[in-house]
């Protein structure tokens, strides 16, 4: 059974009288990595955060494992298997990395912790560190692990190499390929930092005025600059 894990179909969507998702159309199966790149105020966050019923839909519909999703409430769609990582580190600066994670323990036995700190060995090295004693890296990599540990089945990850040094993006990235390997979670990777989305996914979709305007296997639109220049302004090396 090949069925997608996420389908939206002309979705329709922004905020007071600004329209940003404009009739957005994709599908992604299980356990695919999806690249999703553009220029900035695109729609690329709006449209993680439509998925994540955080932004109503003004039409259209969102599918996830099979059912409308559409109307339900962000936690139901966390129940289902949705997890989101906002562009904003979302972790507790005051509490260590272990209260951080076992503040999203939530109904989950403490082994998953062990899971989250397999998948961060550098989470488990830091485990009695302040949230704000953690390197951006590791402060991104707290928030993907609390994520986690809500055992998503598909994974929202808004512009998580945003500030950091390259040598932290590539750990970080490095990973991201980890956590894909070792649980099979589905993920969306939204990203400013193309080449390095696009070296991470295997699929990508480009978005313009807040609908797709290209899509096809990442490894290709790393290779065609000229689509990368036309759609999201990087220049032709
Ligand atoms: N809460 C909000 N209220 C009003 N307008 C908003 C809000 N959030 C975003 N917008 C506008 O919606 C448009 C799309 O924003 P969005 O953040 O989805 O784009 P993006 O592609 O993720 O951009 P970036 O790459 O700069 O993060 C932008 O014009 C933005 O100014």
């Given at each position: ?12 969507a ?20 999806l ?41 139901h ?9 906002p ?27 062990d ?39 598909l ?83």
């Amino acid at each position: 059974m090949d069925e997608p894990i996420l389908t939206l179909e002309g979705v329709v969507a922004g905020y007071g009288p600004t329209t940003v998702l404009n009739n957005l159309s994709f599908e992604m199966k299980a356990q695919d990595r999806l690249a999703i790149v553009g220029r900035n105020g695109v729609g690329k966050t709006t449209a993680l955060r439509a998925i994540m019923g955080l932004v109503p839909l003004r039409s259209g519909t969102v599918r996830f494992k099979g059912q409308d999703i559409s109307a339900l409430a962000p936690h139901h769609r966390a129940e289902l298997g949705l997890g989101y990582v906002p562009q904003t580190r979302d972790i507790f600066p005051s509490l260590t990395v272990e209260e951080n994670l076992m503040a999203g323990l939530k109904w989950r036995h403490r082994g998953a912790l062990d899971e989250a700190y397999a998948v961060f060995p550098r989470l488990a090295e830091r485990r009695r560190n302040g949230g704000a004693q953690l390197s951006g890296g590791e402060q991104q990599m707290l928030s993907v692990a609390r994520a986690l540990l809500g055992q998503p089945s598909l994974l929202l990850l808004d512009e998580p190499l945003e500030g950091l040094a390259p040598l932290i993006r590539q750990e970080l990235l490095r990973a991201f390929a980890n956590l894909s390997q070792q649980t099979g979670i589905a993920v969306i990777i939204v990203e400013q930092q193309v080449d390095e989305a696009l070296g991470y996914a295997e699929r990508a979709l480009i978005l313009d005025h807040g609908t797709v305007v290209h899509g096809g296997r990442a490894a290709v639109l790393l290779n065609d600059r000229e689509a990368l220049e036309r759609w999201v302004g990087l220049a032709v090396h």
